[in-house]
């Protein structure tokens, strides 16, 4: 039996032998630790500084196992290798273990990986779940066993490891999660990190904290019965308030504004930077505040009206963007309804006609028929099928009367109109029609706010912006925004008189719904053909706010008009925007007019003095005098006034009608 069991075992060191050199035959070169490719880590901030979102791999300080906290190794070692310090780099105890409770539980629930094995993993090989590469694993891990100290496994694994959401290491992890360097965790912070590494997507707090928790429970657990924590100690950790993870500075639905950042790196600096910190204009309060009122006004009454979507941007007259929300849900659908989606805007579109026929001479107090038109075999109605004869502009515009806007293009010229949209950032396609005085030509809400913007900023048109500064956290920035938009793209008195307009809309027209009353606003309703898609946008002094209410499949609503939802969901924001600022004034709606207007060969005119109202009765309507420095051009009748270069070839000559 000595002399068979001799034999034996040297044909066993044999076959081992032959087995380890088969396996190692294609080992990568261990004299040298492969680097994974990292992707540019972009860490997203409010204006306050605070967090809004990650993307790409965080990485942190190196920190040896040694400057850790105790509790920190051993929450780490209780829940992922409790015989560290006394096996050599395989545990047969422990893969026993493993193969045992799998077989109890008729599935794979335990795995009996070492810590040593799981450092090799990272260091020097794939994922991938071979037998081949366990194989190489447990080689490579008796290697590192041979070559270095315990605790220099433990420092290369904790700095190496994968901690979910983007981060690689422990102290990337505490400082994403926690605010804090791996360090300064508490034990029960020490809990959380080490509950991630068994599944990091699944038990990150910054996405699950309840989950996170409860595996930190576990692990805890598990440090009591590994000796580690007593359990005394342990109920002083449960008696403890949890610690919250890492916010973000807005709500979740902030992510729809730091994605839209996100996406504008690239053009501004170089990515190839490890890590960089974009500072943004987003204001925390102001985003949780959209998402509550959003929520809660859909939750009320989007059901009932069949309306399952709604977007809202604000922003500040000269196009910062301080709110953002993109849709119910940003887990459900990262889809951006606020910058991505094309919709019909409606009545929302005639602010263009009607300030495109201001330029030509138009004023709020003059005459516009309301009546029947056809154009072809089109004919537009109003919303209440009546038509009221002649009207002022203020009115026909506050109440949307549709044939007094068809009119306003045709006094306006379609490629004037189309013009004057552009010079106030409409992007998109305008198909050179009749039909886009109603709003049948698809935007963005987004471009639709920054255009009504340039009315709240005097006349001077507005980029979009939500980035600050852009720079490696800790260095000199890459890129820091300066400037403002693209400059004057509405005279002052033209502004002032649409705003007088846009006023009455909150006032005797269809935004009644939105109208605060301690201070002047303006704005618009929208409604789109088959009331698929509902708009609001109004401004005051100081903010910029677009709503748009829908469904993504553009299935009808219940008869929702942009003087309903929209203009409440406006309302309530406005409030909360609002809150504690002085009412300031706004250009048109009270009356006041810029001191002095700069022309357009550089020379400043004189303002309220040539521009201001003639003298009337009181009582009686003011009719806006255009300045004498710039000569008014004379207006024929709107039926007889017709934009030919832009309705030639599309709908014909249209005579009279």
């Excluded at 935007?443 to 920054?450: D, G, I």
């Excluded at 109202?613 to 006034?641: F, I, M």
């Amino acid at each position: 039996m000595a002399k068979w069991g001799a034999v034996l075992s040297i044909w066993g060191v044999i076959a081992l032998g032959v087995v380890v050199a088969y396996f190692a035959y294609d080992l990568p070169d261990i004299r040298q630790v492969a680097m994974p490719e990292r992707r540019t880590a972009i860490t997203v901030v409010a204006d306050d500084g605070g967090q809004i979102a990650r993307y790409g791999d965080m990485t942190g300080d190196m920190v040896q196992a040694s400057a850790l906290p105790k509790h920190l190794t051993e929450a780490v070692l209780a829940i992922e290798d409790r015989r560290y310090y006394h096996h050599y780099g395989i545990d047969p105890i422990g893969v026993a273990r493993a193969l045992w409770v799998n077989y109890q539980a008729g599935r794979a629930v335990q795995g009996g990986s070492t810590i040593t094995q799981q450092a090799a993993k990272n260091l020097f090989l794939t994922p991938e779940r071979t037998v081949r590469r366990k194989i190489q694993e447990a080689i490579l891990a008796v290697w590192l066993e041979m070559n270095f100290s315990k605790d220099q496994i433990l420092t290369a694994y904790l700095n190496r490891v994968y901690f979910g959401s983007g981060t690689y290491g422990i102290d990337a992890a505490s400082r994403a999660y926690f605010g804090v360097p791996a360090t300064e965790v508490n034990l029960e912070q020490s809990a959380m990190l080490a509950g991630l590494l068994k599944a990091p997507s699944r038990y990150a707090p910054d996405r699950n904290p309840e989950a996170a928790r409860q595996r930190a429970d576990v692990v805890l657990s598990a440090m009591v019965d590994a000796g580690f924590l007593s359990d005394k100690d342990r109920q002083a950790a449960d008696d403890q308030p949890p610690v919250p993870p890492r916010r973000p500075g807005g709500g979740s639905g902030s992510r729809y504004f730091a994605d839209w950042v996100a996406d504008q790196v690239p053009d501004f600096v170089n990515t190839a930077a490890p890590a960089l910190r974009v500072e943004t204009t987003l204001v925390p309060a102001l985003q949780r505040a959209a998402e509550g009122i959003v929520d809660a006004r859909m939750a009320e009454d989007g059901g009932k009206v069949g309306a399952s979507q709604a977007a809202l941007v604000a922003m500040r007259p000269d196009g910062a963007v301080v709110a953002m929300v993109g849709g119910r849900g940003y887990s459900q659908s990262q889809f951006n309804r606020a910058v991505t989606a094309q919709r019909q805007p409606g009545s929302s579109f005639k602010m263009f006609a009607y300030l495109s026929a201001v330029e030509q001479g138009l004023t709020p107090d003059s005459l516009v028929l309301d009546a029947p038109i056809t154009i072809k075999n089109w004919s537009p109605g109003n919303y209440d099928g009546k038509f009221h004869g002649e009207v002022t502009a203020r009115e026909a515009l506050a109440k949307s009367y549709n044939t007094a806007a068809v009119r306003m293009l045709q006094r306006g010229g379609i490629s004037r109109t189309i013009e004057l949209a552009r010079r106030l950032g409409i992007n998109s396609p305008l198909r050179p029609e009749l039909s886009l005085a109603l709003g049948t030509s698809e935007v963005n809400l987004l471009e639709l706010t920054a255009a009504y913007a340039a009315l709240a900023n005097s006349g001077n048109g507005v980029w979009p912006y939500g980035v600050e500064r852009i720079g490696p956290p800790g260095e000199a920035a890459l890129y820091t925004r300066f400037g403002g938009g693209p400059g004057e793209a509405v005279l002052p008195w033209h502004v002032e008189a649409i705003n007088r307009m846009l006023g009455a809309t909150m006032t005797i027209g269809t935004g009644r719904s939105a109208r605060l009353d301690d201070r002047p606003s303006a704005g618009k309703s929208g409604t789109s053909q088959g009331y698929r898609d509902a708009w609001f946008i109004g401004f005051t002094a100081d903010y910029v706010v677009g709503i748009w209410v829908g469904n993504d499949d553009g299935t009808p609503m219940d008869k929702v008009t942009g003087g309903s939802l929209p203009a409440k969901i406006w309302h309530d924001f406005m409030v909360e925007a609002e809150r504690g600022k002085p009412a300031r004034p706004l250009l048109g709606v009270d009356g006041s007019l810029p001191a002095a207007v700069a022309t357009a060969g550089g020379a400043v005119a004189p303002g309220p003095a040539a521009i201001a109202p003639t003298v009337t009765p009181s009582g009686a309507p003011k009719v806006l005098v255009p300045p004498a420095a710039v000569t008014a051009p004379t207006v024929q009748p709107a039926k007889q006034e017709l934009d030919q270069g832009g309705l030639e070839g599309l709908l014909g000559s249209l005579g009279n009608g």
